[in-house]
C-alpha cells in the first residue's frame, strides 16, 4: 500500500521544484524560486528564468534527495512537467529529467502542468482524496484555466483559457501602475484593505466599475468565449483611472500653494514611476486621491469602462485596489459556477498561486455554497509550482501501471 516512490521535477515558470513522493505521501517538496531576479522587470523574465533553473536545478534533485533520505536507487521512477510553460524553463528540466533517466534507467513520466496542479491535492496532509469529477479553476502568473476533470489522467479537458494576461500577470502588472512592487497579488490585496496607505481603512469595490473581461451575455452565448478571460483591457482601465485621479489630485494641490513635493506622479506616466509614488502621494494627502467627478475622470477613463465617481467621496489607491480585485474575482467565479451548471459537476477545485487571494477564495466559496457545489483549495504551499505535484501525478500514473513517455518527447508550451 505504499505505493510506487517517484521523483518529480517542475520548471515550467520560475520556480525550480523538486518533489518525492512515496504513493500518496509526500516525502519532500524542495522550490527554488528565481522571483527576486523578475522583481525589476515586474515579471517573469523566460531567459532569466531559463538561467536559474540550469543553476538550480542540480543542487535541487540533490537537495530533495537528501530531505528525503533516499537514493536515486531507491526511486521506482521519474516524472518532469513536459508543459505547458515557458519552452526554455522547461527544457532544462526535461533534459535534467532524461539525463537522469539515462543514466539510471529510471522509467520517465512527462507530466501535464496543469493535471498535476489537482493531481497534487492527492499528497496534501489533510488530502480528502481526489474528488471526481471535478472543475479545477487554475489561476497563477502564467496561466488561467478552466478544467473539467473526469478522470485525472485519462480524462482532463481544458474548457477555456485566458485569450491575454494570466490572472495573476493582471495583478503584477496593475500593481506596478499602483507603484506596488512584484508580485503584484499580495500588494494589491494589502492596498485593497487599506494597509497601504496608512487608513486601515478598507477600498470599496464598488468605487471603481472596472471592466468584466468576455463576460457579456453575448459572450457567454459564444462557445469560444463562454469560458475564456481576458484581463488586458482591465490593466489599461486601471491605467486611465490612476492617471485622471492623479491629474485631478494636482489640480486640486495647486491653487492653494500645498503641492507636496514628492509629488512627480503628477506628470510623470505611472509606468515610469514603479516605486512608491501611487501610495506615497495617496498617504501625504491622508490616505486619499483627489476626488474624481465625471468630468474629472475623463472620457478616457469612462470609454475603459471605469465609472466615474459621482457622488462619491475622493477616490483613494484602497478604492482601486479593491475595484480592481473585484473585477478579476467577479469573472473567475462566475466562469467557473458556470462551468459547474453546464456539466453537471457539484465539486471545485482552485489552484495556482492566486488562491492565495483572500477576496477570490471568499466569493468563491460564497457562490459554490449557494449552488450547493463543493470547494476544496489544497494547501497553498502547494497551489504555486512546486515539484510535489509533478511527483503525485507521476506516482498515481506508475500506480495504473501505465507505460512511460518516450525518451524523444519535447516540450510544449501550450498543452491541451
Ligand atoms: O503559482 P505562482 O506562485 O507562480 C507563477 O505563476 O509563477 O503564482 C504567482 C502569482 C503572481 O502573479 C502573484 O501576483 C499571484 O500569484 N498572487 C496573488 C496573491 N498572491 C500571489 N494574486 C492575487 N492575490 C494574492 N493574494
Ligand atoms: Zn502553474
Redesign the pocket.
Known amino acids: 500500500t505504499a505505493g510506487p516512490l517517484v521523483l518529480g521535477i517542475e520548471t515550467?515558470?520560475?520556480?525550480t521544484g523538486v518533489g518525492i513522493a512515496r504513493g500518496t505521501t509526500l516525502l519532500t517538496n524542495t522550490v527554488a524560486?528565481s522571483?527576486e531576479e523578475h522583481v525589476r522587470f515586474g515579471?517573469?523574465v523566460p531567459e532569466v528564468a531559463s538561467r536559474a533553473h540550469v543553476h538550480a536545478i542540480g543542487p535541487m534533485i540533490e537537495q530533495a534527495l537528501a530531505d528525503a533520505q533516499v537514493s536515486l536507487s531507491d526511486l521506482d521512477a521519474l516524472a518532469v512537467t513536459a508543459g505547458p510553460g515557458l519552452s526554455g524553463a522547461l527544457m532544462v528540466g526535461a533534459a535534467a529529467a532524461k539525463g537522469l533517466a539515462a543514466a539510471t534507467g529510471l522509467p520517465l513520466y512527462g507530466i501535464n502542468h496543469l493535471a498535476a496542479h489537482v493531481a497534487v491535492d492527492l499528497v496534501a496532509p489533510d488530502s480528502p482524496g481526489l474528488v471526481t469529477p471535478t472543475i479545477a479553476l487554475l489561476?497563477?502568473?502564467?496561466?488561467t484555466e478552466i478544467l473539467r476533470i473526469g478522470d485525472i489522467v485519462e480524462d482532463v479537458e481544458l474548457l477555456g483559457a485566458t485569450i491575454d494576461d494570466?490572472?495573476?500577470?493582471?495583478?503584477?502588472k496593475t500593481?506596478r501602475l499602483l507603484g506596488l512592487d512584484?508580485?503584484?497579488?499580495?500588494?494589491?490585496?494589502k492596498a485593497a484593505a487599506g494597509l497601504l496607505d496608512g487608513t486601515g481603512v478598507p477600498g470599496d469595490p464598488q468605487a471603481v466599475r472596472f471592466p468584466r473581461g468576455l463576460a457579456t451575455k453575448k459572450d457567454l452565448r459564444d462557445p469560444e468565449r463562454r469560458y475564456s478571460f481576458s484581463f488586458s483591457g482591465l490593466k489599461t482601465a486601471a491605467l486611465r483611472t490612476i492617471t485622471a485621479a492623479e491629474a485631478e489630485l494636482a489640480r486640486s494641490a495647486e491653487p492653494a500653494g500645498t503641492a507636496p513635493t514628492p509629488a512627480p506622479a503628477s506628470g510623470a506616466a505611472p509606468a515610469s514611476s514603479p516605486n512608491g509614488s501611487y501610495v506615497c502621494v495617496p498617504a501625504v494627502q491622508g490616505g486619499r486621491y483627489a476626488d474624481v467627478t465625471s468630468s474629472g475622470a475623463g472620457a478616457g477613463a469612462a470609454s475603459a469602462g471605469a465609472e466615474a465617481r459621482g457622488e462619491r467621496g475622493p477616490l483613494r489607491l484602497a478604492d482601486v485596489a479593491a475595484s480592481f480585485?473585484e473585477a478579476?474575482v467577479d469573472v473567475l467565479v462566475k466562469k467557473t459556477l458556470l462551468a459547474c451548471a453546464d456539466t453537471g459537476i457539484d465539486h471545485v477545485l482552485l489552484?495556482?498561486?492566486?488562491?492565495?487571494?483572500?477576496?477570490?477564495r471568499e466569493k468563491l466559496a460564497e457562490a459554490c455554497a449557494r449552488r450547493g457545489v463543493t470547494l476544496r483549495v489544497p494547501p497553498l504551499s502547494l497551489?504555486?509550482?512546486n515539484g510535489a505535484m509533478v511527483a503525485a501525478l507521476g506516482a498515481e500514473i506508475v500506480s495504473r501501471g501505465l507505460a512511460p513517455s518516450d525518451m524523444g518527447f519535447g516540450v510544449l508550451s501550450s498543452l491541451e
Open positions: 515550467s515558470c520560475d520556480e524560486s522571483m515579471g517573469v489561476v497563477s502568473g502564467g496561466h494570466a490572472a495573476g500577470e493582471a495583478f503584477d500593481a512584484y508580485p503584484g497579488g499580495p500588494n494589491i490585496s480585485e478579476v489552484g495556482g498561486g492566486v488562491a492565495a487571494n483572500a477576496r477570490l497551489c504555486t509550482d
